[in-house]
């Protein structure tokens, strides 16, 4: 009892002797003696040093990219993952070139009904990562009815497996929220190049859930990656109800294949992710890497997984990139020795003019292993009156009236 006694003392004293100056100064290791569920949360969830110290922690610095035409009628979204062959970087997008703006419920065969509406799938090169030059004609064009995707194809990612490429996207066989809102699975193109010519399958390969499950009406973003010797192709799942009577509005699952064709086999657990807007995931370390933001109760955080499946949160970020396609050059080497990214691109919206459509944009980052930026591990960003004073912040002038 003695011993145990003096023991306890010795390290108590050791404990206050290397702590004196806590909580001003915070030590990496826990304090033996009583904190606060406050500070203890710093050791048991997040980080005593703060975002500084958390390598799964960065802002996001945005930059124009060069060389896109910019029109009205013109959009592009959705960016795929970033490659690097040969010296050039390629991506692929939805891409958006119709005769009239985005019209809702009053679209017709013409006029697109929202943004991903009457959309093809594009491909654009570069030496540096800035400035881009876009193909002349699409990469993946619509099929003729009845094939999978006729109305609209939008949302892809690449998947480079035994020196071939293949592309994911999402089909919609209907104008997308007139009548079962976005309702639209996952299709694929193949390649022997990355310049094409693209073969489509013409039919889904991962398909709805079952009437009444949380990806019964909406599988969405397919973003595929290596893992475990098997393609792990994440995606947006809902069941397009809104959150009426309880359900989820958008959530993350993961469908597995031995072959870029399928058959896609989902998880037992998914959704693997309970929130999240677009679907972001790299290799990072041994497991895998999520960025999830806009929507759902864990929004706007970086997750890990040591598996690929059981993801928690390891920081939390402020204005995420939307649909973000990284830059991962270990996207598909499956070498649990994910080094992670520092760059992508991702698109934004511009609802301010009534135009309804969306540009490309690079965003800039530090979740990489293999640099070390500080600028990026910095929080506390404060924006000026013109953010705040946008439509989408401000509040609804027929509110101001009656109050």
Known sequence: MMIRYNLLLILYLLNWIGYADFPASIPINKPVYNISP???????????HEDRENELYSNFKYSPIEGLERNRTISRRDPSKVILIDGIYHVWY???????????????????SFDW???????????????????PTPAVTRLEKPNYGWRSISTTDILIWED????????????????????????????????????????????????????????????PIIYDGK???????????????????????VAVSEHPLGPFIKSDLNPVINSGHETCMF??????????????????????????INFKVESLIQIPPVAPG???SDAFADNLNGRGISWGLCHIMDKESGANNSILARFDCDLSLDINRPFFKRNNLRFNQETYFQRALRMPKVWMDNR
């Open 164 to 223: 071939k490429y293949y592309l994911y996207y999402q089909g919609f066989n209907e104008i997308p929220g007139l009548h079962s809102g976005d309702r639209a699975a996952v299709t694929v193109a193949e390649s022997d190049s990355p310049y094409g010519p693209w073969k489509p399958l013409g039919k889904v390969v991962v398909d709805f859930g079952k009437e009444g499950e949380w990806d019964s009406n909406a599988i969405h973003d397919p973003n």
């Open 283 to 308: 290799p990072w370390k041994d497991g895998v890497a999520a960025i999830v933001s806009l929507d759902g109760a864990e929004k706007n955080t970086i997750q890990f997984s040591p598996d690929g």
């Open 94 to 112: 939805t891409c958006r070139k119709t005769v009239g703006v985005p019209a809702g419920k009053k679209a017709t065969e013409k006029i697109p």
């Open 231 to 253: 393609i792990y192709l994440y995606y947006k799942g809902s069941p397009q109800k809104g959150g009426e009577g309880g359900t989820l509005i958008r959530a993350q699952g």
């Open 38 to 48: 406050a500070v203890e949360r710093l050791y048991d969830e997040w980080n005593p």
């Open 117 to 135: 509406d009457l959309c093809d799938i594009w491909h654009a090169t570069s030496r540096d990562g800035w400035s881009w030059v876009e193909d």
């Open 326 to 328: 990284v830059f991962c």
